[in-house]
């Protein structure tokens, strides 16, 4: 099964005094093609949002904030895995469809993610990780 891809920003994010600004769409290879599905999502300190999986969608999360940490997959399996959010720069990672997912927000403050998917109708199962 396809693991989680951290995206590589580099200099596509626009950076000043004032902070920074980005366009995620191309670096998901997803400009100029129409997105079924985007929304915003805050997160406490604490809060777990996932635990699900979609069946036919890629996933697309853009972290403003954190340090968060993203599992995925069962524990003991081999597409287990813990990624780490250090949250001082805009982080976007790719969930491949299929692979069961839960985010935990480790900031003592709230951040935020931005979420977007090419299909408008989600086949989402909720699934225990955390």
């Not at 600004?21 to 999502?41: K, T």
């Not at 813990?82 to 976007?92: A, N, T």
Request: charged letters at 20%.
């Amino acid at each position: 099964m396809a693991k989680i891809r951290r995206v590589a920003i580099g200099d596509k994010a626009w950076k000043d005094a004032r902070g920074w600004v980005l366009d995620p769409l191309p670096l998901a290879g997803l400009e100029g093609r129409p997105l079924g599905n985007l929304h915003v999502a805050s997160m406490q300190p604490g809060a777990v949002r996932g635990n699900h999986v979609h069946g036919s969608a890629v996933e697309w999360l853009l972290f403003c904030g954190g340090p968060a940490v993203i599992l995925a997959g069962a524990e003991g399996t081999p597409e287990a895995e813990e990624i780490h959010v250090c949250g001082g720069e805009p982080e976007l990672f790719e969930i491949p469809a299929g692979l069961p997912h839960a985010i935990v927000n480790r900031a003592d403050r709230e951040i935020f993610l931005v979420v977007f998917y090419e299909e408008k109708n989600l086949a989402t199962e909720p699934t225990k990780i955390v």
